[in-house]
């Protein structure tokens, strides 16, 4: 099974249309890779549909950079017993 980071890659690059290969940990969703708001809770939505959780909309959105992203759906996986 991929690393959570492998799969928020892999569906921050379906969302925004980038090359997951260019996606680093540091890059912010909006400065750096370019989000607008709708994509953002686009992005919300595929997260909870990849990783099978249900997250605070307004905590995962207030989420700014790809780290910030893992570590977040890890702790909520981890919370609802979904195994990552």
């Keep these: 099974m991929a690393s959570v980071e492998e799969r928020v890659k892999k569906v921050t690059a379906k969302v925004l249309k980038v090359d997951p290969a260019k996606i680093e940990l ?24 990849e990783f099978g959780i ?18 977040f759906i890890t702790r909520v996986c981890k919370e609802q017993g979904v195994a990552v």
Excluded: T, Y
């Design 54 to 71: 249900e997250m605070d909309a307004d905590a995962a959105l207030a989420v700014s950079n790809v780290r910030g992203a893992i570590e």
């Design 26 to 49: 540091k890059h912010s969703f909006s400065a750096d890779l370019g989000a607008e708001s709708i994509q953002s809770v686009q992005l919300v939505a595929m997260f909870e549909e």
